[in-house]
């Protein structure tokens, strides 16, 4: 069933605004919104090929998208560092 697309845009906003203060990175609230979408992607991709299955609720999304927004965050800084 999943969250559907409104409840992906908050959840999203929620993990990438809550990775964001963690990670100390200044951004505005579309980027938040990108964070967390991009990182519960890129990590239930990565729990994918581990063979892990993330439950569609709400809370594990956020904490999916939250630990996934801080490695996409992390990844960002990494590479902008070596350039």
């Given amino acids: 069933m999943g969250l559907g697309f409104i409840g992906s845009i908050f959840v999203g906003?929620?993990?990438?605004?809550?990775a964001s203060m963690i990670m100390k990175a200044n951004t505005g609230?579309?980027?938040?919104?990108?964070?967390?979408?991009?990182?519960?992607?890129?990590?239930?991709?990565?729990?994918?090929?581990l063979d892990i299955y993330a439950a569609?609720?709400?809370?594990t999304q956020l904490f999916v998208g939250l630990v996934g927004a801080c490695l996409v965050i992390w990844s960002w800084r990494a590479l902008r560092g070596r350039s």
């Fill in 56 to 59: 569609d609720a709400w809370l």
């Fill in 29 to 49: 609230i579309l980027t938040n919104i990108g964070l967390g979408i991009v990182g519960a992607v890129v990590l239930n991709f990565i729990l994918g090929l």
């Fill in 13 to 18: 906003g929620m993990a990438g605004w809550i």
